[in-house]
């Protein structure tokens, strides 16, 4: 393995991830709107460069229609081939839900295990780009509340490329969740690819104060506060979480059982979101044993607003990370 490295943003990322997997199996197919370099590649360009390398045939622009694209993967999938389903804002999945629901996540159970559906739904979502609260909605909640589907957000580019790839490799139904805001972040990441397993999350700082727990742009927020948290001698330690569902109940439960304290945060609203799912696992394996109550973040109860300020206000901050950590040790 080189250790070389390079920059790459998380759009970079997950283009060289689906590069990857396209080149090491013609089984791999990409298709939804506008996916197609004719087309442009994607809405931010994603798919750029993919039909030119790997031809038309593998890279089908589609109609404006996310229920076709969901049963044309479906299909695929069940024929043999890994398709990379764009359905290009997470919203637009309500058009789709029976196909993704009914169909894709049962495939298995409803053949009694002789049929799988290996694909992967690829989706943009996230406030802070003023569009609105038709295009903005983070609903991994619906997913992980479906057996039958992985659901994976990450939060940085190196992950986005290791979790692009173990999504397009795994034997069933994958959501992927690329949060629009954090398109841009650019880190340096090495030059080889290693896929990152499912279902495993990441210890990014350790900390022996309080446990953040967060996913997709809004852990950027969490490291952000534990810097804060470490002006003032709170030692915090940040879980990325990576995959929601399943999500890794051995490796967050440990560090609660560490600290005794834990701050959930994500983009979603915060009424039955994944945090409560999280706090409630908690406080079922270590009652007795936490120092204060579980502290959940997330959005108000409302659609996403258009205006810019109250845009702002809608996404869960730096300050309130920081806040809700204090809080725990007082």
């Known amino acids: ?11 970079g990322a997950v283009n060289e991830g ?32 993919l039909s030119a390398k790997f031809g038309d045939e593998r890279v089908r622009s589609t109609p404006i229609t996310e229920q076709a694209i969901m049963g044309a993967a479906i299909g695929a999938a069940m024929g043999g081939y890994k398709p990379v389903a764009e359905i290009m804002l997470m919203n637009f999945t309500t058009v789709a839900m029976d196909m993704i629901i009914n169909h894709a996540a049962k495939c298995r159970y409803m053949s009694g295990g002789q049929t799988s559906a290996p694909l992967v739904v690829r989706m943009m979502t996230g406030a802070g780009i003023s569009a609105g609260g038709q295009h903005s909605d983070f ?7 479906t057996p039958g589907l992985k659901v994976v957000i990450p939060s940085n580019p190196e992950d986005a490329r290791g979790l692009i790839v173990s999504a397009i490799n795994d034997p069933d139904p994958v959501i992927f969740v690329e949060c629009s805001r954090a398109y841009g972040t650019t880190t340096d990441v090495p030059v080889d690819i290693t896929p990152i397993p499912l279902g495993k999350a990441k210890i990014v700082q350790e900390g022996t104060d309080v446990t953040i727990i967060s996913y997709s742009e809004i852990f950027a927020r969490a490291k952000l506060a534990a810097v804060e948290l470490a002006k003032e001698g709170i030692s915090a330690e940040l879980i990325d979480l990576r995959t929601i569902s399943p999500w890794d ?82």
């Open 1 to 11: 393995m080189s250790a070389e490295t390079k920059k790459l943003t998380i759009i």
């Open 18 to 49: 689906i590069a990857s997997c396209m080149a090491a199996d013609p089984k791999v197919i990409v298709l939804g709107e506008d996916v197609g370099d004719l087309e442009g590649g994607g809405i931010v360009g994603v798919t750029r460069g």
């Open 139 to 145: 609903l991994e909640a619906w997913f992980c509340h």
């Open 249 to 330: 109940r051995e490796a967050v439960i440990a560090s609660v059982a560490k600290t005794g304290r834990a701050v959930i945060a994500h983009e979603a609203v915060r009424s039955f979101g994944v945090g409560a799912e999280i706090a409630a696992t908690l406080q079922e394996e270590l009652f007795g044993k936490l120092k204060a109550p579980i502290k959940r973040l997330g959005a108000a109860f409302n659609p996403v607003p258009f205006s810019k300020p109250l845009e702002t206000a809608h996404v869960v901050s730096v300050e309130q990370i920081a806040a809700a950590a204090r809080s725990t040790l007082t």
